[in-house]
């Protein structure tokens, strides 16, 4: 997982504010290397140790509401390149056509088992796929969809430089997200005003403090918060 040619990037990252983390992830590529190396390694020997848990959380899936076990849907990663991420399905199949695209906790939509998928996030875990093909890192910006991404400011496309994460120092500090939403009279609204540009400040502090080390610590974090 090099850095790509700065060239090569869309025309909304061409700018002065992308340039500035180019710099200094230019600087870092025995840490991209690594980062890349231990993402096959990583995401290879857990799908085959959770290859069980997840045939299981399949079935739980499937039996508690009508419709296929995987969401997918369509998020941007590296350089603003569009691709499918993998989940478990939460959500009642015909709710996941509604036009919000971040919930709350008392979200209607969510089915029981999803509820519970969520609050141990183990509804992530076929994205595992998706950090084996490269669309995604282990710790990263989260990947948000197209809708969202067409509201950043310039210098929030500069987390588009690496590839999105599964977890990240954001995604440990808003990990109660959905609670934080339920107060908000308009969701989509104040995802979009309040929560996205907070979460981006501590994207674009992880680009700054970004090394291999780095996101060791950020992953067992990870894993502290969730069983915690």
Do not use: H, W
Not at 78 to 103: E, L, W
């Amino acid at each position: 997982m090099l850095l790509p040619r700065y060239s090569t990037l869309s025309k909304q990252m061409q700018n002065d504010e992308v340039l500035k983390y180019y710099n200094i992830l230019s600087k870092r590529t025995g840490s991209l290397i690594l980062k890349r190396i231990s993402d096959i390694i990583c995401a290879l020997l857990l799908i085959v140790i959770l290859a069980v848990p997840m045939l299981i959380v399949a079935v739980c899936v499937k039996a508690d509401s009508p419709g296929p076990v995987f969401f997918r849907q369509r998020r941007v990663t590296t350089g603003g390149r569009v691709f499918s991420i993998f989940k478990f399905r939460t959500m009642y199949v015909n709710d996941n056509a509604k036009n919000a695209q971040v919930t709350s906790g008392t979200d209607s939509r969510i089915t029981k088992t999803g509820r519970t998928l969520r609050k141990l996030r183990l509804d992530e875990m076929p994205q595992l796929f998706n950090v084996l093909s490269g669309d995604m890192t282990f710790v990263g910006t989260r990947p948000e969809v197209e809708r969202y991404v067409e509201k950043y400011t310039p210098e929030m496309y500069a987390t588009l430089l690496m590839p999105a994460g599964i977890t990240s120092m954001t995604s440990i500090k808003y990990r109660n997200e959905e609670e934080i939403l339920e107060k908000a009279d308009d969701v989509e609204k104040a995802y979009i005003e309040q929560i996205l540009p907070d979460k981006m400040k501590y994207n674009l502090e992880y680009i700054e403090k970004f090394n291999f080390f780095y996101d060791i610590y950020i992953m067992l974090l990870t894993v502290v918060k969730v069983f915690s």
